[in-house]
Every structure is written in C-alpha cells, then in structure tokens.
C-alpha cells in the first residue's frame, strides 16, 4: 500500500523529518482560508508518476490565482486517476537536491539505506549514482554516517544527512515499512534541509497490527472499488485505461515507469496491473504465479486488447513457473478463449474473439532461464517478442498495436 505524499508529510513531521509548513486541501474554496503564506505551489495528490509534467504541479502567488489552478488539478486526470485531495506546501528555493532511501532487500533479508547527491535519478544509471550500506545488525548511528561518507559528505552536511537518515529508519521499522524514500532532500544555501517530496509503502501484510493504517487501507481499497467501473480490477494493484497496449510488472514504479515510456512513444496503455502483491490488505491470499495466469486470462479476454507488454525486472518467485504459464497460455487453443469485454468504446468492428500478440521483457540474470525456456516457442509470426532493453519492448509493443489489422 502506498501513501499519498500529504500522507507522507504528515508521517515525515510526526516523526522529526523537516517538511514544508502545508495544508490539505479538499475543495478550491479551502484556499480561501490558507493558513500558509504565498508563494506556495499546489500538488495532485496522485500515485502516478510525473504529475508536473502532466499540469499536476503548479506555483501560484494570490488566492485568486490558487483558487484557479485548484480547479484545473481537481479535474485533471493523470494516468487515470482524479485527485481527492490536493498538498497546498510553502515554495522552497533549494540550492541543492538529494536522494535517501530505507528499503527492505528481499534478497537479503534485511533492510538496506541508500543515498544519492542527485535527485530523481535515472535508474538505468542507480548502481553508479546511488550508495548503499546493508543494515547488518541493530541500527545505529554508525550505519547512517557511514552512508554519508560513502556519498561524499563531511561535515555539517554529514550531521544533517545521517539525522534525516536516521529519523526515516526509526518510521521505517514503527511502522513495517517496505520503503521510505526522500526524493528529493532539499538544501538551502544556508545548509537547511527539507524533505520536498517522499514516498512510503507499507508491508500489507503488517496492516493488521496498526489500527491507523489498517483504517487507511479501508478507506483506499473502497475507493479504488469505486473510481473503476469495471469490477475485475477491485483486487488488483493497477489503473484501467482506455489503450489497446496491457502492461504487466512486478513492481508499481515498474509498471507506471512503461506506462510513461508507452504513452511518450506515441502507444496507448490500456489495463496496467502490478503483480508483485494483490491490491488490499483484506484479499486473500494468492502466489505469483496464481496472478499472472488470472491477468492473462483477463487481458486475452478483453476485446480491447491488441498487445500485452509484460515488464519483469529483477527477480520473481520461482521464475521455471512463470515461464511455463506464460507459454502454456500462449500454446493454448485460442478457439476456446470466450468474448468477455471488460470495457467498450462502441467500436462494432472489433473481432468477437480476440488473442492479443506478446512483448516480454525480462531484465536480470536471475531471469536468464526463463528467458531462454521462453525462446523455445515457436508460433510463426504471433511468437512472442522476447528482449531484455525496456525502450526496445515499449517500441515493439507499439509498433506491434500500430500495425494491428483491423476488423
């Protein structure tokens, strides 16, 4: 489960984080009583990714001005989502920006701190610009200053950074957190820092022991049942848009990351789910393996669908399995796959039965096998397109929708 940067501020300040002074802002008319000076800027309160390049950001000066661009912002969908809340936060002039980070590492299982001197990083470029320190034992003070001298710093900066670092790892273990991240950690040029935008997953399955985010993950799982109006997705950690290309990931910065590439390179997303953890807390429990064959069924049977674009990075539960779904599906007798829309756009020319064309792209060595089981299939020209560059699976896939025929 993943908090709304508002959320984020008000954990960041509970726990001694430094945030900006900020208000929650609920209609346009609540800027009529800000309590914060201006100049401020305005923030959607959206889990897309890119929000000020999609209009989501803006920097206002007067009430009047405030009050307008509330009301672009609160109609603007980006990705597919519309904003309940809008982040009302002082403007901040940072002379310089940082990355920090708390992760769990499910490899190792144990948490691991990372910090990078530059913000909003590439992360084709993250072993090169970002270090790390495995948390080995209980933490300490240690662990965050020795971040900060593999980063560069002396100092006050050092003193600065590893008090941030440590106040994000004591909200990380209080409330079983998969992530903290702070990105960016501003500086101003007297040296003061400010968390200016951060974001918190929760491990779902430590919901249950806090009243206060159990509460929270209520309160997103009735809302994600009510802004889709397609019920197949209310147990799926994804957005329904209205493209002809499905994305599929394990991970929700993943997902969102091919989103933004397909959208950019001119294709059209369509359903977009995350399979690395079933959406709400309250689901039952189901594997891998068990959500990846249900979304392709899924997918297949939707009529809208001309491309699926699986994006797996990293590592997945028992990768042989996977494989062996995704062509087990693919050598299926299509025949028997049945019509089932699970949106319409009142295009009467679609085909009454639809099997939409694969790109798989699987980054990692610990996927190496099942790339090479996957490289066994052979279907003439509907054999799936198998590579490991995410830019070259996005234009596959949108070449591949482009050149779709029609019916």
Sequence with gaps: MDLLEYQVKEWFGNIGIPVLPSQRIDHPTDLKRLKIRYPIVLKSQVHAGERAKAGGVRFVETTIDAIAA???????RILGELPEVLLAESKYDADQEYYLAVVLDTALCRPVILGGKEANIDWEL?????????????????????LALKM?????MMQSISAVMEKMYQLFV?????LVEINP??????????ALNGNIRVNERAIARHPDMALMAEKIVTRHANNHTNGHLRDWDGIEMHGKIAILGNGAGSVMATLDLVANGGGKPGVCLNLRHAFPAETPATTFSDRLAKSLKMLADDKSTQVILINLLGTVPQPPEVAEIIMAFLQQDKSELKPHVLRSNGNKSRRENNFPRFVIRLGGSDLNATKDYLATIKSGSDAPIVVEDLDEAV??????????RKF
């Design 152 to 156: 560069g710093l002396h100092g006050s």
């Design 174 to 178: 209080e409330k079983d957190l998969d």
């Design 126 to 146: 993250a072993s090169e610009k970002i270090q790390h320190v495995v948390v080995e034992q209980e933490f300490s003070p240690y662990y965050a200053r020795t």
């Design 185 to 194: 950690l501003g500086v101003s040029q007297s040296g003061k820092v400010m």
């Design 70 to 76: 509330a009301q672009n912002i609160f109609n603007l």
């Design 395 to 404: 234009a596959e896939a949108i070449r591949l929708a482009k050149s779709h």
